[in-house]
């Protein structure tokens, strides 16, 4: 039986940042390969009940979440209740009756992120990536740990998962609908992303060009050196204060 999706189309919203605008001057070079999944503890792998909703975005935000502490600090490992109460608060999904379970935009639920917070951890914004930039692509994993993706995800790549076999792109397989998934790492053949409790699930390159239609990083006080006041590869925390001051004049 197939798995939930839930990812709706991709939606503008007015906080959202463009991660090309903080990369200053000349870009560090991207590690050649970069694999964060490996310090998850099993105890932390769980599908937030994306077997039975439709809540695949909020699934992904709560590993990500996961896999921003567990390299910076005290591992946060957000209930099923919390994850469950975003979906509910924006879409009006009802947990009980299974009543709305439509998916939500990825932009809709990074925003009430920043704005509330998921199990009373927040967001200090985002900023989404152009998918088509593979440098950039490189370097929202490495700088920040990982990457926000929405796919269009095909009927075979429900298949390959199943089989435990890596996503590659079957180009007649029709598209079932939008997925969100976790970029936690990337090498030469392709990526590692979570999706589905499944924190190695690799696709090719391929695959990658053809079923993703957004991307996003999530920025957050702990990836800020104080001393410099910029990110370690060098992302302009002044020009990001600017344009978060101006986005609430």
């Given amino acids: ?43 932390a792998k769980q599908m937030y009940g994306n077997s039975d909703y439709s809540d ?26 919390e994850v469950l109460a975003g979906y509910s608060a924006v879409t009006g999904f009802d947990p009980l009756t299974g009543a709305n379970d439509d998916g939500t935009a990825m932009t809709d639920a990074l925003a009430y992120w920043k704005d509330v917070g998921i199990g009373g951890h927040k967001i200090l914004a985002w900023a989404q990536i152009d998918h088509t930039n593979l440098v950039h692509r490189k370097l929202g994993v490495d700088l ?26 079957i180009p007649d397989s029709p598209i079932e609908g939008g997925h969100a998934i976790l970029r936690c790492g990337y090498g030469a ?20 060009a053809n079923c993703i239609d ?11 050196n104080q001393a410099t006041q910029r990110t370690p590869g060098g992302l302009d925390l002044a020009t990001l204060q600017a344009d978060l001051a101006a986005m609430k004049v």
């Fill in 1 to 43: 039986m197939p798995l939930k999706l839930g990812k709706l189309d991709p939606r503008p919203h007015p906080a959202t940042l463009d991660f090309a605008r903080y990369l200053t001057g000349e870009l560090p070079e991207p590690a050649h390969k970069v694999w964060r999944e490996y310090a998850v503890p099993a105890s």
């Fill in 56 to 81: 695949c975005v909020w699934a992904m935000c709560a590993n990500a979440l996961i896999l921003t502490s567990v390299h910076t600090g005290p591992i946060v490992v957000p209930t099923l209740q």
């Fill in 144 to 169: 920040f740990g990982m990457t926000l993706v929405g796919v269009q995800l095909p009927a075979s790549a429900q298949e390959q998962f199943a089989a435990g076999q890596p996503w590659e792109y």
């Fill in 189 to 208: 053949a392709g990526s590692d992303y979570e999706s589905w409790a499944k924190w190695d699930q690799k696709a090719s390159n391929d695959w990658e």
């Fill in 214 to 224: 957004e991307e996003y990083v999530i920025i957050t006080p702990q990836f800020i």
